[in-house]
């Protein structure tokens, strides 16, 4: 595969209207800036930047790492550009039918604080008319009433956050993955590590095949209702489309450490061209 071939394949055509909610364990908005989603000529970010984290953390709100000794810090956030640039917050977006509508995709970091709660019937209406949303790990609570509380789409383990693995040799289940991967010398077979999940993470349980899309999958380790460990095959990574709309959810994320793309940043800037190509 030549590289404009595969750039002409992902290039964004048109640029959609994209905001990204800012999360306590995730910086998916660093990825959006380092693919080039910005003004060339102030440096400012070409995409919404909400505040997830408005109000003070609970004593008592879990961290990643529940289940390990390892626990893992905040995100870094080292670029004063992306920070917050709007003048509403995510409980606010949320109560607003209008505002969501005003985007093309949302993405929904894990760690936002409000993403520990479903987020509801507007949320499930954006979708459904056209919007798509693209959460991580513990934002998988926002996508309650979409899966019709597990009933649909995918199913999501109980207990939550057991997820213990963080590393896995993951299966790349699409050709087109695949083909992006070695274009990039990431991977030369069908398979990749991802070595970027945090301890305590959101595992999928199951989902219907007939309606929902698995792009990786791989042996990982989680925690059964008993506090048993588990070894297990799980699906790692899902797209489904809802009405005229879509959503992407993936169990991993970026840990924002390292200054250079990383295999999960390539994978995670796939899905972004992915669902920015969908219209």
Known sequence: MTENTTLETYR??????????????????????????????????????????????????????????HQHSNVERTNPLLEPNVDFTYQQLLADPALLSSYDIIFINCGVITGDYDG??????????????????????????????????VTFYTPERSGSSLSTTANILNDDLIAWLQYFGITDTDTVEIDEFLGSWQVIDTYDSATTYSWLDGPVVYYNDLGDPVEEIKDLALTFPLGNGGVLYSSFHTENTDPDFTITDRIMEYMVFEMSAVE
């Open 12 to 69: 964004i055509e048109n640029l959609p209207s994209i905001g990204v909610v800012t999360g306590n364990f995730d910086n998916i908005e660093s990825i959006l800036y380092s693919i080039g989603l910005v003004d060339v000529d102030t440096g400012a970010p070409l995409f919404d930047i909400i505040d997830g984290m408005s109000y003070d953390r609970l004593a008592s709100e879990p961290v990643h790492g529940h289940h390990s000794n």
């Open 120 to 153: 509801g019937q507007n949320l499930y209406d954006f979708v459904n008319n056209g919007g798509y949303l693209y959460a991580t790990d513990w934002a998988s609570k926002a996508l309650e009433t979409i899966t019709n509380n597990g009933s649909d789409f």
